[in-house]
C-alpha cells in the first residue's frame, strides 16, 4: 500500500498545522474534506511512476506539494510551506520571495483540506495538500 498513515500522518496532524498558521493571522479553521484527501491520494498514486516530480495536478483545487525524504511527514511539509511566512508582506500582499504555499494554507476563503502522502519508487515521499475553495486568486491578499 502507498499510502501512509503513520500516527505523524494522521488528518489531525496535517489540519493542526494548518490551523495553527491561520490562527496566527486570524482566520477561521480548516476542516477536513474526504473528498479533497482522496483527490489527492488518487493525484499521488498516479505521480509513483514519474518518480514523484514535483508537478501540480491542475485540478479544480488549490494544491500545495511537497517531495522529501521517507522520513518527511505531512506536519513537516506544511512547516515547510509556512517558514515561507517571511517572504509574505501583509501590506502590499505581494510575495517577495516565493511564498504561495504560505498564501494558500492561509487564504480565508478556503474552508475544506484534504492530503494524502505517497511512498514513490525511488524511496523518497511525495505530499499533495488540495484545498476548497481554491486560493491564491490573482489581485486579492489572503487575509
Not at 108 to 136: E, H, M, Q, W
Request: proline share 5%; glycine share 10%.
Amino acid at each position: 500500500m502507498s499510502y501512509i498513515a503513520l500516527a505523524q500522518n494522521t488528518k489531525e496532524d496535517y489540519l493542526e498545522a494548518h490551523n495553527k498558521a491561520r490562527a496566527e493571522v486570524g482566520v477561521d479553521p480548516l476542516k477536513w474534506n474526504d473528498t479533497l484527501a482522496a483527490y489527492a491520494l488518487k493525484y499521488g498514486h498516479s505521480m509513483i511512476p514519474k518518480n514523484c516530480e514535483m508537478e501540480h495536478s491542475m485540478g479544480p483545487y488549490g494544491e500545495n506539494l511537497a517531495g522529501g525524504s521517507g522520513a518527511m511527514s505531512g506536519r513537516d511539509a506544511v512547516n515547510m510551506w509556512v517558514g515561507e511566512k517571511p517572504f509574505y508582506d501583509p501590506n502590499s500582499g505581494e510575495c517577495v520571495d516565493g511564498c504561495l504555499h504560505y498564501t494558500q494554507v492561509v487564504w480565508r476563503s478556503s474552508t475544506d483540506l484534504g492530503c494524502a502522502r505517497v511512498k514513490c519508487l525511488n524511496d523518497a515521499v511525495f505530499i499533495i495538500c488540495n484545498y476548497y475553495p481554491i486560493g491564491n486568486v490573482y489581485g486579492e491578499k489572503p487575509y
